[in-house]
């Protein structure tokens, strides 16, 4: 994340996708990694696909109107 972070400073945006990155993480640690990419966020749009519904919820419980959640 740092790279990409470093990277959208210097040049145009880019979007980070990631896929279910969260999967083998605990709690603690899927919230300390939503907050990173929230911040992050600021320079470049983080768009994450799960199948965990926790994860959508910590999401919205951790950073509000600032995360949009699509059901499909």
């Known amino acids: ?21 969260f999967t083998t ?16 966020g600021l320079h470049l749009q983080p768009i994450l696909f799960t199948h965990h519904r926790f994860v959508a919820d910590m999401a919205k419980e951790a950073l509000g109107d600032q995360v949009d959640i699509i059901d499909l």
């Open 1 to 21: 994340m740092a790279y990409l972070d470093d990277y959208a400073k210097k040049s145009e945006p880019v979007p980070f996708i990631g896929d279910d990155i």
């Open 25 to 40: 993480f605990d709690e603690v640690s899927t919230r300390a990694g939503l907050l990173a990419l929230a911040d992050i």
